[in-house]
């Protein structure tokens, strides 16, 4: 079966501008997460959605925000851009919840503000 | 505020020997514990999962511990091989939904 699929793969953005990522989860899986990796921060939690609601957010601004449609599929917004925006977004989905499942994540969007 | 150790130096070992990578962390109490390989250029994959009222689980050459008291898992691998080569990240759970903490991974080395 189909795995997560992230788009687009790579992405050169402005500072200042804004950008929309997408995501397809796992056919079935209705929980998607978002995660910003970076070399000096690591991974970190960014928000999670389960059936088109927000359940979880973590300490970032707010010019980050995401959404879950009725398909599962999501998609996450960053506006005005900032050089240290400039990370890779990793999207995972589960089918349930993460104390009995693992994450499967997609190959992530490489993100870079010039 | 929360804080979670992995070895950020490279764990390097020889092919056939068992690998063992630590992840300590402190101001929590996680109610379950995952591990993950990460490739370079790669998302993480999915290995083990345990939970607080579990002390080991298994999964053919792999094998986690976890030690509430000491607040420490140990994630085995052995008869490593050079495939085995990665960074392996740990990660921790609440009850709050599916929000993972991760740690800052250990990259681990196997030599033919």
């Known amino acids: 079966k189909a795995g997560v699929t992230q788009t687009p793969r790579y992405l050169i953005k402005t500072r200042g501008q804004q950008v929309t990522l997408s995501c397809s989860p796992i056919?079935?899986?209705?929980?998607v997460s978002w995660y910003q990796q970076t070399p000096g921060q690591g991974l970190q939690f960014l928000f999670e959605?389960?059936?088109?609601?927000?359940?979880n957010k973590g300490n970032f601004p707010g010019r980050f925000s995401g959404r879950q449609f009725s398909n599962s599929r999501s998609e996450m917004n960053v506006s005005t851009l900032e050089l240290g925006d400039s990370a890779l977004y990793l999207c995972?989905?589960?089918?349930?919840?993460?104390?009995?499942?693992?994450?499967?994540f997609g190959s992530g969007t490489r993100l870079t503000v010039v | 505020s929360q804080k979670i150790e992995q070895n950020s130096e490279a764990l390097n070992i020889q092919e056939g020997k068992t690998a063992t990578l630590t992840c300590n962390y402190t101001?929590?109490?996680?109610?379950?514990l995952q591990w993950y390989r990460q490739d370079p250029g790669r998302g993480p994959v999915f290995l083990l999962l345990?939970?607080?009222?579990?002390k080991e689980k298994r999964k053919e050459r792999l094998k986690v511990t976890f030690d509430t008291t000491l607040k420490q898992s140990l994630f085995h691998i052995t008869a490593s091989q050079p495939a085995d080569s990665a960074t392996y990240l740990c990660?921790?759970?609440?009850?709050?939904?599916?929000?993972?903490?991760f740690g800052g991974g250990t990259r681990l080395m196997v030599k033919p």
């Open positions: 345990i939970r607080e009222n579990e």
């Open positions: 101001n929590y109490s996680p109610a379950y």
């Open positions: 959605y389960f059936s088109e609601t927000q359940r």
């Open positions: 056919s079935g899986h209705r929980s």
């Open positions: 990660a921790l759970g609440g009850n709050a939904g599916n929000m993972l903490t």
């Open positions: 995972a989905s589960s089918p349930g919840t993460a104390s009995l499942y693992g994450y499967t």
